[in-house]
C-alpha cells in the first residue's frame, strides 16, 4: 500500500512491496541479475498475499472491512455508474449526509441508488457522521425508493456502517420506527431491490436499508446483530474482548453464506479492496448486474412471494 | 373450542413474586414509597402512588386480558439450535437450559389464540424472565407464526412486547428475525384486521425497531422504557447524561411514536375497544 494505515498482518506485504520497488529502482540500469531476482520477489510476494490473505481470523477481516483505504459508496458510484444526481432530504425534518441517494445509469440500466457513506479525513467523517444514520435517514432512503418503486426503477442499496446513530436526538425522533418501517416498505416494494454489503453491516443500522431480493456481500465485510466492540462490552464486560466477540458472532461473509443470510461472496481483489477500488468496483458491478437480470425476468409477484420467503425462513430451531 | 383451551397453570403464580423482592414491603424504585406486598399484588403490580409498572408474569397478563384466562397455546414446543455454536462466559445451549428450568418455558414468547370480550384474536406474549425475552429464532418464528395465524383468520393480532432486544448469541439469525416478522405484517395488512402492539417495561433495540413499532395502534404501560439504543451506550457516544424520563413511555407518547399510554386496570377494556371500532 502507498500511503496510509497498514494493518499489522498487512506489514511482511508491504516490506516485501517496498523491497520490489527499491531494486526495480536499481535495477533501471538494465541488469539481468537484479531483473531475475524481481522476478522471484514478486513471485514469493503473490504467494505471501495469496497466504496470509486466505488465513484471515474473523477480527483481521473485521478491521479490513474498516480500512481507511476502503472503497465507499461513493467510490462504487464512481466507479460503476454514469450520471448520478444526488438528490437531498427526508421533506420532513432534515437531509442525513449519513446516507447518500440519487438516480444514476447502471450497465445502461436506469436504478436509484440508497447507499451509507462513511469518510476518510476528521471534518468529512463528522459531515458524514461515521456513516450512522439518523431517523431522518431512514426516511429519506425510504422516500427515494418510492420515487423508485413510481419509476419503476431497481434499488441498488450499499450498505456499510457501524449502527445506527445512537443519540438523544435520533431517540427523540423515532429512530425504532424509522428502521421498523423501513424493514416492512422494503419487504413490499414492487421493484428489485439488491443489497450490497460493501465494508461494515451493524445491527438494526443496517438491515434498516437491508431488506431486498439479493443480498451480496464483498469478502472482507462483515454483517452482524452487534458490533464485536458492543457484544464484548455486555457479554463480556470489556470491549477489549472485541476480537474473541468477533470470533463467537460469525460474522463473516462465508459464515453467513454458511448460516443462510447471504446469497452470494464477491472474491475481493488481491490484497483486498482497498487496494484496487477499480477492481473492486468492476467484480461488484458484474454480480448485480447478473442479479439484477435474474430477478427482472420474474413477475412482480413472483419476485415479492420470493423475497418474503428469503426472509421468511431465516433462523434455526427445532420442534421437541 | 373450550376444551382446547387451557386454564394458565396455577403452579407458575409464583413467578410473579419472584419478580417482587421477598418478603412483606417492598420499595417503588420510582417514588421510593414503601408498598405492602400484598397491596401491590391487588393493584396487579402497580405502586398506587406513582403509577409505577412493576413486572408482570405472562400467566397474569393472560389472566388480565383473556375471557376467563383461557387460551389455545401454538408452537410451545418450539426449541432453539446454537447456530453459531455460541459460548462467552457460559456456553449459550447451558443459559438456554437454565432458562428453561427457571421459567418452566421453553423460550420467551407464549403464544396462540384466546378471546377478548368474546372476540378470537391472535396473540403473543413475550417473557422478560427468559434471558431478558430476548429475541432469537424461536421467539422470531413464534411471533411470525402469530401474525400468519391472524392472517389466515382475518383476525385482530395482540402482541405484548417485552425485551431487551436481538438475542446476542444467535448473531446475524436474531438480527434477520426483525426483517421475517415485519415482512408478515406487511401481509396482515392486505387482511384489514388490527393489529395491537402493547409495549411494557422494557421494549427496546431490536424488538422496538421491529414489530413493536408496527403496530395499527401502539399502546404502552406508564413509566416503561422504550427506545432504539441502550442507554449507557448513549451516553458513552454523547459524553453527558440523559435527561430525566428520557425513553419514557410518557417520552415516547410526547414525541409522537405512541398512540396511548394505558394503566394495567384499564388494558383489557381499551384493547377490547380498540378491537371493536377496528373490526
Ligand atoms: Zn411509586
Redesign the pocket.
Known amino acids: 500500500m502507498a500511503n496510509g494505515i497498514v494493518l499489522d498482518f498487512e506489514k511482511p506485504i508491504v516490506e516485501l512491496e517496498k523491497r520490489i520497488l527499491e531494486m526495480r529502482e536499481f535495477a533501471s540500469g538494465g541488469s539481468v541479475e537484479l531483473n531475475s531476482e524481481i522476478e522471484s520477489l514478486e513471485r514469493k510476494l503473490e504467494k505471501l498475499t495469496r497466504e496470509i490473505y486466505s488465513n484471515l481470523s474473523r477480527w483481521q477481516r473485521v478491521q479490513l472491512a474498516r480500512h481507511p483505504k476502503r472503497p465507499y459508496t461513493n467510490d462504487y458510484i464512481e466507479h460503476m455508474t454514469e450520471g448520478f444526481i444526488e438528490l437531498h432530504g427526508d421533506r420532513g425534518f432534515a437531509d442525513d449526509k449519513a446516507v447518500v441517494c440519487g438516480p444514476a445509469m447502471f450497465h445502461g440500466r436506469k436504478v436509484m441508488i440508497v447507499g451509507q457513506q462513511k469518510a476518510r479525513d476528521t471534518k468529512s467523517k463528522l459531515y458524514r457522521n461515521f456513516g450512522m444514520m439518523h431517523p431522518e435517514g431512514y426516511r429519506k432512503a425510504m422516500r427515494m425508493m418510492k420515487l423508485a418503486e413510481k419509476f419503476s426503477l431497481p434499488v441498488l442499496i450499499f450498505i456499510d456502517t457501524p449502527g445506527a446513530y445512537p443519540g438523544i436526538a435520533a431517540e427523540e425522533r423515532g429512530q425504532a420506527e424509522a428502521i421498523a418501517f423501513n424493514i416492512k416498505e422494503m419487504a413490499r416494494l414492487r421493484v428489485p431491490i439488491i443489497i450490497s454489503i460493501i465494508g461494515e453491516g451493524a445491527s438494526g443500522g443496517a438491515l434498516g436499508i437491508g431488506v431486498g431480493d439479493v443480498i451480496l456481500m464483498m469478502e472482507n465485510s462483515w454483517y452482524s446483530v452487534i458490533s464485536p466492540e458492543g457484544c464484548a462490552a455486555i457479554l463480556w464486560r470489556d470491549a477489549a474482548m472485541a476480537p474473541q466477540a468477533a470470533e463467537a458472532l460469525k460474522l463473516t461473509a462465508p459464515d453467513l453464506i454458511e448460516l443462510g443470510v447471504i446469497d452470494r461472496i464477491l472474491p475481493e481483489p488481491p490484497g483486498g479492496a482497498h487496494r484496487d477500488h477499480k477492481g473492486a468496483a468492476e467484480i461488484l458491478a458484474a454480480a448485480i448486474d447478473e442479479h439484477l437480470m435474474a430477478i427482472m425476468e420474474m413477475t412482480t409477484d413472483e419476485m415479492l412471494s420470493k423475497r418474503l420467503d428469503k426472509f421468511r425462513n431465516m433462523g434455526v430451531y427445532y420442534h421437541d | 373450542m373450550v376444551e382446547w383451551f387451557r386454564k394458565s397453570k396455577q403452579g407458575l403464580i409464583s413467578q410473579t413474586r419472584k419478580d417482587i423482592p421477598e418478603g412483606l414491603w417492598t420499595k ?1 424504585p ?4 414503601i ?1 405492602y406486598v400484598k397491596e401491590l399484588e391487588k393493584n396487579l403490580n402497580t ?1 398506587s ?4 409498572h412493576f413486572k408482570f408474569a405472562t400467566t397474569e397478563y393472560i389472566k388480565l386480558l383473556f375471557d376467563d384466562g383461557l387460551y389455545e397455546e401454538h408452537d410451545a414446543g418450539l426449541i432453539s439450535g446454537d447456530p453459531l455454536q455460541f459460548k462467552d462466559s457460559k456456553k449459550y445451549t447451558d443459559r438456554i437450559k437454565a432458562a428453561q428450568k427457571k421459567t418452566g418455558q421453553n423460550d420467551a414468547v407464549i403464544s396462540g389464540y384466546a378471546k377478548i370480550d368474546g372476540r378470537e384474536v391472535s396473540f403473543a406474549m413475550m417473557d422478560f424472565s427468559f434471558i431478558g425475552g430476548s429475541m432469537g429464532s424461536v421467539v422470531g418464528e413464534k411471533i411470525a407464526r402469530s401474525i400468519e395465524r391472524a392472517t389466515m383468520r382475518k383476525i385482530p393480532l395482540i402482541i405484548l412486547s417485552c425485551s431487551g432486544g436481538a438475542r446476542m448469541q444467535e448473531g446475524i439469525l436474531s438480527l434477520m428475525q426483525m426483517a421475517k416478522t415485519s415482512a408478515l405484517l406487511a401481509e396482515y395488512d392486505k387482511v384489514r384486521a388490527p393489529y395491537i402492539s402493547i409495549l411494557t417495561n422494557p421494549t427496546t433495540a431490536g424488538v422496538m425497531a421491529s414489530y413493536a413499532s408496527l403496530g395499527d395502534v401502539i399502546i404502552a404501560e406508564p413509566k416503561a422504557l422504550l427506545g432504539f439504543a441502550g442507554q449507557r451506550v448513549i451516553k458513552q457516544t454523547i459524553g453527558a447524561d440523559l435527561p430525566p424520563g428520557f425513553q419514557s413511555s410518557e417520552f415516547f407518547m410526547e414525541h409522537g411514536f405512541l398512540d396511548k399510554i394505558v394503566h394495567r386496570r384499564d388494558l383489557k377494556r381499551v384493547v377490547s375497544q380498540l378491537i371493536s371500532h377496528f373490526t
Open positions: 417503588c420510582e417514588c421510593g414509597e408498598i405502586c402512588h406513582c403509577d409505577y
